[in-house]
């Protein structure tokens, strides 16, 4: 099993940052996310505003038409799902679903999934953002693909909440 480590070390009004490591191979990439927006109506923070909380997540390949050959998070216990259909009747509209791990470069690109970089930089409006994004995607690709039975476990500081 393949277990890679995120944790985020940087919290900013707009976006959070972190380190994506794969222990095994001995890989890491810089992370951006959106910040935590607590709901009182989600399980795992507002639904498309929000990162995910903190915790241990099963990683599988998923493909859309907006994202296709990506990896999808899930944790029942968390209220984060893969799909729709998998959703228990007592958590539809309130869980968390298409949680990704995808390229993109800035916060304000996700709605809610991870993006890692080769580095994370400054941009020239002042926001931090992760470069190379999707050559740092296809390394962890690279590196799940030798064995797919993974999971990521989300910390921030070290410690899982």
């Not at 795992?44 to 997540?57: F, N």
């Not at 209220?79 to 949680?99: D, H, K, L």
Request: glycine share 10%.
């Amino acid at each position: 099993m393949i277990q890679l480590q995120l944790n985020r070390d940087r919290f900013l009004p707009y976006a959070i940052l972190g380190r994506l490591s794969d222990p095994q191979s001995g890989r890491a990439w810089d992370t951006i996310e959106r910040p935590w927006v607590p709901s009182s109506i989600y399980l795992a923070g507002t639904k498309g505003q929000s990162c995910i909380p903190l915790g241990e997540y099963r990683v599988t390949k998923y493909t859309s038409d907006a994202h296709p050959g990506v990896f999808s998070l899930s944790n029942p216990m968390l209220g984060v799902y893969v799909q729709e259909s998998q959703v228990p009747v007592a958590q539809r509209g309130i869980a968390r679903t298409n949680v990704l791990i995808h390229p993109a470069n800035w916060a304000s690109e996700l709605r809610g999934c991870i993006a890692h970089g080769k580095t994370r930089a400054m941009g020239q409006d002042g926001y931090w953002m992760v470069q190379r994004s999707r050559d740092a995607f296809n390394e962890l690709k690279n590196a799940l693909s030798k064995s797919f039975d993974a999971v990521l476990i989300v910390t921030s500081g070290g410690g899982v909440a």
